[in-house]
């Protein structure tokens, strides 16, 4: 079962994770060479994605296509390259030449509503958001409520507010989001017609109020005009959109429709709306298990899955800032009881997946301390706690999925990259985001004097740093956890190895890792 995948960039999230979750369910995903994916500013060479497309696609069972890759050459590529509509919607057309060509092959695309940050930060924005990206996002923000909600009130502020921003940043602006949103409604007419089997969008850092929001109900209303409701979502995410798309590839072909059981921490989690989203995190989980081809159920006698859900008390956090939160972890959570149900329903033969959402950009680490000295963290299916709660809900759901297929099979690989994928995943949102990241802020980067997000030519005294206190923490782990504990099929995890330990964009707020066991009799 093998996938062709054109990510949404070249950072591990989007092209290493869905090949790493891929083995899981039995499949095999097949990215385009580095070389052609760019990086970070820097587009892809959508040209040559296309023609490697082209000739590819007739060895795969699936496609799933990034259209911010194929059409302007990557995620922040699509925030500030200047190509013109019609440049944009002739790439386009490669997804019909494929279909025409192979018609029983199955399409799956994703599109990004386009954030608009509230930061005066340009790493990943036009150069001007340096100086002006707090007034913009003020702006999206009140001319939606007063164009949109007929809040009159705050007219004047709004003028206020544009006057205080040159006119062709705003020009600018508004030029790009427009462009990327009449891409977005051609992609709705390509699954009216037929070319494109299914299609999500996801919105990318977003909030209550603002231009996304106003794009999103365009779309949706494009969606309920033509019809096609059951094959074009909307929800928050991005970064894990690939996974999803695999799983639910994956699923289709084996007829299988996981039902899911969720369970929250605190009795507020499910009408709390996470950090960078729109909406609460209940309507986000309904968003990525329909996403995958799921469905969820009242009971958990009806359950294939449990999806156990770490909410906030109150609001979520931040989790390098978790030491001094009080919004997070209130009394109006219960984490105890919380693990105690997941061990639970592990006795009792369900899938059982924790989606880490009490902080984002991170784990909590009171509930995995809880879950070191609680849980058998071998019989467990699924982990996530990283970035937005999109990111790590698409990522668990996606996992726990694949994990439903085969957990009952003796196959070693299957098993082997299940506990890969698991590794992975307390690596990078454990010990990475939750620790050795907020190590590096709060003591090693200030006495190197280097900033968070640019380390400069001493990224590679960085990296290294990073690579020693995380191998450290992880063979803790998985000496604890892991090592010489017996496989289904009777092999015992005897050794760990962590490869391609390094930061992709010489920031560290991600990190590239590979985890691989060494299963023997």
């Known amino acids: 079962m093998k996938i062709g995948l054109i990510p949404l960039d070249e950072r591990p999230c989007n092209e290493y994770f869905p090949r790493a979750l891929a083995p899981v369910g039995g499949g095999e995903v097949v990215t385009p060479p580095p070389a052609m994916l760019g990086r970070k500013r820097q587009p892809g060479r959508c040209r040559d994605i296309g023609d490697w497309l082209k000739e590819n696609a007739g060895q795969w069972d699936g496609l799933v296509v990034s259209v911010e890759t194929l059409v302007y050459g990557g995620l922040i590529p699509s925030r500030i390259g200047h190509e013109t509509l019609d440049e944009c919607k002739q790439k386009l057309q490669i997804i019909r030449e494929v279909k025409?060509?192979?018609?029983?092959?199955?399409?799956?695309?994703?599109?990004?509503?386009?954030?608009?940050?509230?930061?005066?930060?340009?790493?990943?924005?036009?150069?001007?958001?340096?100086?002006?990206?707090?007034?913009?996002?003020?702006?999206?923000?009140?001319?939606?409520?007063?164009?949109?909600?007929?809040?009159?009130?705050?007219?004047?502020?709004?003028?206020?507010?544009?006057?205080?921003?040159?006119?062709?940043?705003?020009?600018?602006?508004?030029?790009?989001?427009?462009?990327?949103?009449?891409?977005?409604?051609?992609?709705?007419?390509?699954?009216?017609?037929?070319?494109?089997?299914?299609?999500?969008?996801?919105?990318?850092?977003?909030?209550?109020?603002?231009?996304?929001?106003?794009?999103?109900?365009?779309?949706?209303?494009?969606?309920?005009?033509?019809?096609?409701?059951?094959?074009?979502?909307?929800?928050?995410?991005?970064?894990?959109?690939?996974?999803?798309?695999?799983?639910?590839?994956?699923?289709?072909?084996?007829?299988?429709?996981?039902?899911?059981?969720?369970?929250?921490?605190?009795?507020?989690?499910?009408?709390?709306?996470?950090?960078?989203?729109?909406?609460?995190?209940?309507?986000?989980?309904?968003?990525?298990?329909?996403?995958?081809?799921?469905?969820?159920?009242?009971?958990?006698?009806?359950?294939?899955?449990?999806?156990?859900?770490?909410?906030?008390?109150?609001?979520?956090?931040?989790?390098?800032?978790?030491?001094?939160?009080?919004?997070?972890?209130?009394?109006?959570?219960n984490l105890l009881e919380f693990v105690y149900a997941l061990n639970y329903y592990n006795s009792r033969g369900y899938v059982t997946a924790v989606a880490d959402l009490a902080y984002a950009n991170g784990a909590d680490r009171k509930l995995v301390s809880l879950m070191e000295s609680q849980v058998d963290l071998l019989q467990l299916d699924g982990f996530g706690a990283w970035n937005t709660a999109g990111n790590t809900l698409g990522t668990v759901v996606a996992h726990s999925s694949l994990r439903f297929l085969t957990a009952e099979e003796s196959d070693v690989e299957k098993q082997k990259a299940h506990l890969n994928f698991l590794l992975l995943r307390f690596a990078d949102d454990w010990a990475y985001q939750a620790l050795v990241r907020t190590q590096l802020r709060d003591e090693v980067l200030p006495e190197m004097e280097l900033p968070v997000l640019d380390l400069g030519e001493r990224w590679r005294e960085v990296e290294k740093i990073v690579e020693e206190r995380l191998r450290s923490t992880m063979h803790a782990f998985f000496a604890k956890h892991f090592k010489g504990r017996a496989l289904m099929d009777g092999t015992r995890v005897q050794g760990l190895t962590m490869e391609g330990i390094r930061l992709p964009w010489q920031r560290i707020f991600e990190v590239g890792c590979e985890m691989n066991i060494n299963p023997e009799r």
Do not use: C
């Open 100 to 333: 025409a060509q192979y018609p029983e092959l199955p399409i799956y695309a994703f599109n990004i509503v386009m954030r608009i940050s509230n930061s005066n930060i340009n790493e990943e924005e036009p150069e001007y958001w340096k100086d002006y990206g707090k007034k913009l996002w003020r702006y999206s923000r009140l001319h939606y409520r007063v164009h949109d909600l007929g809040l009159a009130e705050e007219k004047e502020e709004l003028e206020d507010v544009r006057a205080a921003i040159p006119e062709e940043y705003i020009a600018d602006y508004t030029k790009r989001r427009g462009r990327n949103h009449e891409i977005n409604m051609a992609m709705v007419d390509l699954v009216a017609h037929g070319v494109v089997d299914f299609l999500l969008f996801t919105q990318d850092d977003t909030s209550e109020f603002g231009f996304p929001n106003r794009e999103q109900r365009i779309l949706r209303d494009r969606v309920a005009q033509l019809g096609v409701d059951d094959r074009a979502l909307i929800y928050p995410g991005a970064d894990e959109v690939g996974m999803v798309l695999t799983a639910r590839h994956l699923l289709r072909l084996h007829g299988a429709v996981p039902k899911f059981f969720t369970r929250y921490s605190s009795t507020r989690g499910p009408q709390i709306t996470a950090s960078y989203e729109d909406r609460p995190i209940a309507e986000s989980v309904k968003g990525q298990v329909f996403g995958v081809g799921g469905l969820i159920v009242d009971s958990p006698q009806d359950a294939d899955i449990v999806l156990l859900l770490n909410t906030p008390g109150e609001r979520q956090g931040e989790a390098p800032n978790q030491h001094r939160d009080r919004t997070a972890d209130t009394s109006a959570r």
